[in-house]
């Protein structure tokens, strides 16, 4: 049965607006998730990286664990970050 008129884009608005909501809950949950890791397992990182002569295996280390924060913090600003903010100022 086909859909009169604008409800047709309606429901696509819903449905697209749904996709956002649950893209921007996984971006969330992924980014806490990460985070939590790296509450756990900081001090045993001290122990056993920092406090040790630098090596290959510790730099690969370092690379792994950082660069996977630094790219979740990069995405997660550019879901919320200050210039997506900007579109909801209040100008007078």
Known sequence: ???AGGSASV???IAEANSGVVDNYVTVA?????LYDYYL?????????WK???SR??????????LVLAYQLFYFR???GFSSL???AVTG
Request: no cysteine.
């Open 41 to 49: 397992t900081f001090g045993a990182e001290v122990e056993l990286f």
């Open 11 to 13: 429901a696509d608005a």
């Open 86 to 88: 900007s579109r909801y």
């Open 57 to 66: 295996a510790s730099v690969l280390f370092f690379l792994n664990r950082y």
């Open 30 to 34: 992924t980014f806490v998730l990460i």
């Open 78 to 80: 550019g879901q919320w």
């Open 1 to 3: 049965m086909a859909q």
């Open 52 to 54: 040790k002569k630098i």
